[in-house]
Each structure stands twice: as C-alpha cells, then as structure tokens.
C-alpha cells in the first residue's frame, strides 16, 4: 500500500470509520501478531496482546505522526504493550512475603462484604446485559466460557479477523459502560 492510500486510511479510521479500522487491523495484523509471537513464545498469549495492540492503535490514532512509518508506530505500541504485560507478569509472580500484608483472605469475607460482592456481580452482568447482543454473545464466550478466538469463530460463523475486531469493539464498549456506571474495580 502507497503512503498516500495509507494516509487517507489511517484519517478514515480517526474518524471512527469503522471499515478504515478494520482494514487497518487487517493489513497489520500478521506482522504484529508475528513480532508478538517472537517475544511472548505462546499463540493464545500473542493472539490476546494483539488485541490490546489494535485497541491502543485505534484509541491513540490522533497521536499518530505520519513523518513517521506507520507500522513502526504500532510496533513500538506493541514492544510497549509487550513490555507492559511481562512488569505486570513479574509482579504478580513475585514470591517474596514483604507484601504479605496486603493479601486479602477471601475465604474469610464477613457476610456483609459477601453480600456486597454478590450485588457488585449482579450489576456488572446487567451492564453485559445491555450490550448490543453481538457484543453480549462475544463478552460470554470469550469470557465466560473462555473460548479461544478460533472457537469463537466457529461458533458464530464469522471470520477469525472479524471475531478479533468484535472482541476489541465489545471490551472498549464494556469498558466505556463501566467507567459511566462508575466501576473501577472490573
């Protein structure tokens, strides 16, 4: 693709055309999911931080500089998120007791507090609720049943790339409905 027709794409897409996005994940797809693949050394984690590659790309867009290689930009989006996730994973496996105190015991949760989990479910499942239904079918088997992206597919009869753009769209739309209903906990 010219840097011209790559222009007017990446535009198209800051404009939230909704097909200019799509064809922009689907151009770059195999090349960050590749350099992905190289650092991470697992399909199904490569695939997940992929997502989250192309849901950074298209909330940060407007940051995009076009002096620069656009695939050079997501892929410094993806070393970031790379980066990102292996802090994050380094934390959560951190074997010292210095944090100990912090350790909630959940099985030791008085009635009240196991009262206010369940209503706090409750609501956060209303919210899943209210999507738009393909959004809804999405959030429960990828998240719920914990299906992969390819079982996904395959259930709904879409395509693999439409399934990975669903997902994306579903978790910003959950995400901007939680944030308006005031969860920071999800």
Do not use: C
Request: glycine fraction near 0%; aromatic fraction near 10%; proline fraction near 1%.
């Amino acid at each position: 693709m010219q840097k011209k027709e790559l222009l007017a794409l990446v535009q198209l897409a800051k404009e939230k055309n909704q097909k200019a996005q799509t064809k922009l994940i689907n151009i770059y797809w195999i090349d960050v999911f590749s350099f992905t693949l190289k650092k991470v050394r697992d399909k199904n984690l490569a695939d997940e931080i992929t997502v989250s590659v192309f849901a950074k790309v298209l909330s940060k867009i407007d940051l995009y500089d076009p002096n620069f290689e656009f695939k050079t930009w997501i892929l410094t989006i993806a070393q970031n998120t790379i980066i990102d996730f292996w802090r994050k994973n380094a934390r959560s496996n951190e074997t010292s007791t210095d944090h100990l105190e912090d350790v909630e015991n959940t099985f030791a949760q008085s009635p009240e507090e196991l009262l206010i989990s369940d209503e706090d479910h409750r609501k956060f499942l209303k919210i899943v609720e209210s999507l738009d239904s393909n959004y809804q079918s999405i959030i429960k088997l990828r998240f719920y049943e914990e299906k992969s992206i390819k079982e996904i597919s395959e259930e709904l009869g879409i395509s693999i790339s439409n399934t990975k753009v669903r997902i994306m769209r579903a978790k910003k739309v959950l995400a901007q409905l939680l944030k308006d209903n005031n969860y920071h906990d999800f």
